[in-house]
């Protein structure tokens, strides 16, 4: 450190480390676009080494429109001092050697040395658009089922009410036409005629009904070994988006050794994100909301508990709690847990609930462990 060279020897020297240690590909370019130090991280992220890159546009990393908009960009920003970029984060588009373009966010911070120097700061996000994707697909694929899961409900309840009424319709029209034809008057064939046609109707109706609940019925399964602990995870966080969480405290309890069940899993998700969401809805007038998600291998079970501090289950609620149309709110439906009940019981499980201690309730859901180690699907 005697001589002055040395001193930007050694500055230059400690840059160079301090920015190839940075977590973040490191970029720095000049007032043309012309890049002079190209991080290891922004070799690894973009595949270039750096003397491919070195001294030319920056450009070479960026996708079209702003491959060729970025000259521009800069020439507006020198001449007129109007930041775009400068000094905040913002979402970018990249792209690598290969042509991969991925999503990135992009931070630039400005140096004014003999000349002017622009340092960016690069993170590749495209792991967590990746996530961010396949929640949102998920959440779509689970309102899907909840869909078609609450129509098949309806539907269920629709010609469990209306099958009564129609039999009782038929065999009403059935004694009529019995009544009609001991007796004798004019246009008797027509009148029964008329109540044949009627009963045909009626039994046509009948099985509208019974194929439409059918249908919906059947949906088809996709079962596979699933570990628990990753879908219980992962419903908790499609329950807790948009739900009105404010002063909830979460905790989980995950049990390493709860392991893998046959399951649907955007079924069993439904199932947890139903329990979840009503937990939380009991929870909106109490003081203490303390929501807990466990699992636990009971034996040859595995166990889901979703337990919260809420209102509790009203005496009232509690003979009617697994029917369809039971509810005591005022926008439910009352068919989350008659759908989340018939989905553990097709898999042979069983869900169940408990009063909490002090408050609130608890929801088990039982499944069958999976015995055999066979691997998981992802
Ligand atoms: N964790 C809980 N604490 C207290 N009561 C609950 C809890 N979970 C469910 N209940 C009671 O059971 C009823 C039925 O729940 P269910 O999920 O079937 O329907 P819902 O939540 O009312 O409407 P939705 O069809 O939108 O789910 C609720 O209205 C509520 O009274
Ligand atoms: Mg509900």
């Keep these: ?22 977590p973040n590909a490191v970029i720095t370019i000049n007032e043309s676009g012309e890049i002079l130090i ?17 001294g030319k546009n920056v450009r070479v990393l960026m996708p079209e429109p702003d491959h060729s908009l970025h000259d521009g960009y800069m020439r507006r920003y020198i001449e007129t001092g109007k930041a775009n970029v400068i000094g905040r984060a913002r979402p970018v588009t990249a792209r690598r050697k290969n042509g991969d373009v991925f999503p990135a966010v992009l931070h630039i911070s400005e140096f004014d040395e003999e000349e002017r ?73 027509d009148a029964l005629t008329l109540i044949d046609d009627a009963v045909s109707e009626i ?24 570990s628990i602990n990753r879908i219980v995870e992962e419903s908790c966080l499609i329950a807790l988006i948009g739900a009105e969480t404010d002063g909830v405290m979460v905790a989980s309890a995950l049990d390493d050794h709860a392991g893998s069940a046959m399951v649907d899993r955007i079924q ?29 291998s009971a034996g040859d079970f595995v166990e889901i508990r979703i337990a919260d501090t809420g209102s509790g289950i009203t005496d009232e609620m509690k003979k009617r709690l697994f029917e369809p149309f039971a509810t005591t709110k005022e926008d439910g439906m009352g068919i989350g847990l008659s759908i989340s009940k018939s989905i553990v019981e097709a898999h042979k499980g069983e869900l169940f609930a408990m009063d909490n201690h002090p408050a609130g309730a608890v929801f088990v859901v039982k499944l069958p462990a999976s015995k055999d180690g066979a691997k998981e699907d992802a």
């Design 117 to 189: 120097i622009f340092v960016g700061f690069i993170e590749d996000v495209s792991r967590q658009k990746a996530t961010e994707r396949r929640l949102e697909d998920t959440q779509l694929q689970l309102q899907h089922a909840g869909r078609i899961g609450a129509m098949g409900e309806i539907a269920t309840s629709i010609a469990h009410e209306l099958n009564q009424p129609l039999t009782a319709a038929a065999s009403l029209a059935g004694a009529a036409s019995l009544t009609l034809k001991k007796a004798s008057f004019d246009g008797k064939d």
């Design 1 to 22: 450190m005697t001589a002055k060279g040395g001193d930007k020897m050694d500055s230059e020297r400690f840059l160079r480390s301090v920015i190839n240690a940075s």
């Design 203 to 226: 039994r046509r109706a009948s099985g509208v009904i019974r194929q439409m609940r059918d249908f919906l019925r059947n949906r088809e399964t996709e079962r596979a070994l699933h």
């Design 268 to 296: 069993l998700q439904q199932v947890i994100v139903n329990l979840i969401r009503n937990a939380v809805d009991a929870m909106q007038e109490t003081r203490n909301k303390q929501l807990t998600i466990a699992t636990a």
């Design 38 to 54: 190209f991080s290891r991280m922004a070799q690894a992220m973009f595949g270039f080494a750096e003397s491919e890159v070195l």
